[in-house]
Nanobody, 126 residues
């Protein structure tokens, strides 16, 4: 199971740090992706980090503003979100592929991720 937390209401230009914690399995074997879904829109890949943290990927819309990281000792992956914009408002989810040490050919292809947690709401006011 994965559990995303850390969402909330913030003004434009503000920051939030999301956490993705695992229970029941070792997170350090898995790449983790962050996805978001705004009302009336499809699920969008935000960022991804490899199991060892050596590779990271970002959507163009968040590059330079969001930073993904992981602390395998704490079984947790983080998404630091700075310079938030109203268009970042969405429910954010973390997810893992079913295979260990594997990132989908297209990291943002959400259907390739089989282990999902409940999301956390991020709302950015203008």
């Amino acid at each position: 199971q994965l559990q995303a937390s850390g969402g909330g209401l913030v003004q434009a230009g503000g920051s939030l740090r999301l956490s993705c914690a695992a229970s029941g399995f070792d997170l350090d074997y898995y790449a983790i992706g962050w996805f978001r879904q705004a009302p009336g829109k499809g699920r969008e890949g935000v960022s991804c980090i490899s199991s060892r943290g050596t590779r990271t990927y970002y959507a163009d819309s968040v590059k330079g503003r969001f930073t993904i990281s992981r602390d395998n000792a704490k079984n947790t992956v983080y998404l630091q979100m700075d310079s938030l914009k109203p268009e970042d408002t969405a429910v954010y989810y973390c997810a893992a592929p079913q295979e260990r040490h594997w990132i989908p050919h297209s990291w943002s292809a959400w259907r390739e991720y089989k282990i999902w947690g409940q999301g956390t709401q991020v709302t950015v006011s203008s």
